[in-house]
């Protein structure tokens, strides 16, 4: 039950009850230590609830998935209970089309933050940038909140309105911006720069991914395709299935893309290349900057530790984990962190990020004044980050025709 001045509300203690209960060994001595635990829970659940000064919110069920919640969301911001309406929600998001404002969010030193705007979405025409902070929601502070509590508070109906308040950079500013349905195209603006240098911007990898691209690159072939500009600037990620498929249209088959590694060996799995390539020896230069986030960060450093691609830009984001959904009997779920992304060099992503191999800085400002001139259709803003791809391209090419 909501109260006036309170955020969010939830039960955050109870995954402190239980935190040390699912991996006990099974000796005597410890079952017996899991046994007072779990009692110690029950008591306390009984407590909660013949006791509570309000009537409303002591229901069984409630309390255990607030429990359950707090358990989970104890561990990271990533792992969380999906109660069974939400569960379904979830499952429709990397389909290519979902109501929202078009933001991926994360948890930064506990505060809210934009990974990254989807392109063309309301959260981008609106101005938001990889990096600002979301402190209200609605009015309603946003420290403590989980990030599955603000996805609920950030969607709803098509047309609708939510008002947010963004720090940047120690200032705030007040956003107004209008739900939409959100429709994922992930691969935009393909064409020919210069003197046979291509470029493609992948905006997220979801499941038409690595066939459009494929479809890109062939258009782009035939019009004299010698050398390419992947953009992967304030790519939040998406799904990791295909970026290593889209990775195969340049790494040799077999190569591993990535490996999520967690404590459970079981769970330790290279993501290997399928196919064989179609462009194998296409000169490559990838952009990335501090929006460039999960599988898209993955798949930039495969391509720069197996020698296919130089990185240009800034450092990546550095969110880098593999959560698994594990289905409860009631329709319900339980998205657990089971492993982190681990580069072809076995470097870790998550928390770390992923260091171009060609810094060229670029302020919050030149990035939204490129991005804005795009929704606008604008002659477009200077790109350094871009100029010194191009450069790169330039010399390989020149090298190779010598």
């Not at 995954?15 to 006990?24: I, N, R, W």
């Not at 098509?158 to 308040?165: A, C, E, I, N, Y």
């Not at 782009?220 to 249209?249: F, I, T």
């Amino acid at each position: 039950m909501n109260r006036p001045g309170r955020a969010f509300p939830r039960i955050k203690k109870w995954g402190l009850f239980l935190a040390c209960l699912v991996f006990a060994p099974s000796t005597a001595t410890l079952a017996d230590d899991q046994s007072s635990e779990l009692g110690r829970f029950t008591r306390a659940l009984e407590i909660i609830r013949s006791n509570y000064a309000d009537e409303e919110g002591v229901d069984y069920r409630d309390l255990i998935d607030h429990a359950i919640d707090g358990m989970l969301s104890s561990r990271d911001a990533d792992s969380a209970y999906l109660p069974p309406p939400e569960f379904v929600e979830r499952r429709d998001d990397h389909a290519g089309q979902f109501g929202g404002l078009g933001i991926v969010i994360s948890i930064r030193n506990e505060h809210l933050v934009v990974a990254a705007p989807l392109d063309g979405t309301p959260g981008h025409r609106a101005g938001l940038m990889s990096g600002d902070r979301i402190v209200e929601i609605d009015g309603r502070p946003t420290q403590g909140t989980s990030l599955q509590e603000a996805v609920r508070a950030m969607r709803g109906e098509p047309g609708t309105k939510v008002r947010l308040k963004i720090m940047r950079r120690d200032e705030l500013k007040d956003v107004e911006i209008t739900r939409e349905v959100v429709v994922v195209e992930s691969v935009r603006d393909a064409g020919i720069l210069e003197s046979g240098i291509g470029y493609v911007r992948i905006t997220q990898f979801n499941a038409p991914t690595p066939a459009d691209l494929e479809k890109a690159l062939s258009e782009l072939k035939g019009e004299g395709l010698e050398a390419l500009v992947l953009d992967l600037r304030s790519n939040p990620g998406g799904l990791l299935v295909p970026a290593v498929d889209a990775a195969g249209l340049f790494l040799a088959k077999g190569k591993n893309v990535v490996t999520s590694k967690g404590r459970d060996p079981r769970r330790t799995r290279p993501h290997q290349v399928t196919r064989d390539p179609a462009y194998p020896n296409l000169p490559l230069v990838v952009l990335v900057n501090d929006g460039t986030a999960g599988a898209t960060e993955a798949f930039a450093a495969a391509l720069r530790d197996h020698g296919r691609a130089a990185l240009v830009g800034q450092k990546t984001f550095g969110r880098g984990s593999t959560q698994s959904i594990f289905p409860l009997e009631d329709g319900g779920a339980i998205r657990l962190t089971t492993g982190y992304f681990y580069t072809p060099a076995g470097e870790r992503i998550h928390e770390v990020g992923i260091e171009p191999d060609v810094r060229v800085e670029m302020s919050p400002e030149q990035w939204r004044d490129i991005q804005l001139a795009r929704v606008h259709r604008e002659v477009p803003s200077p790109d350094p980050q871009l100029e010194r791809a191009v450069d790169l391209l330039k010399t390989i090419l020149e090298q190779e025709g010598e």
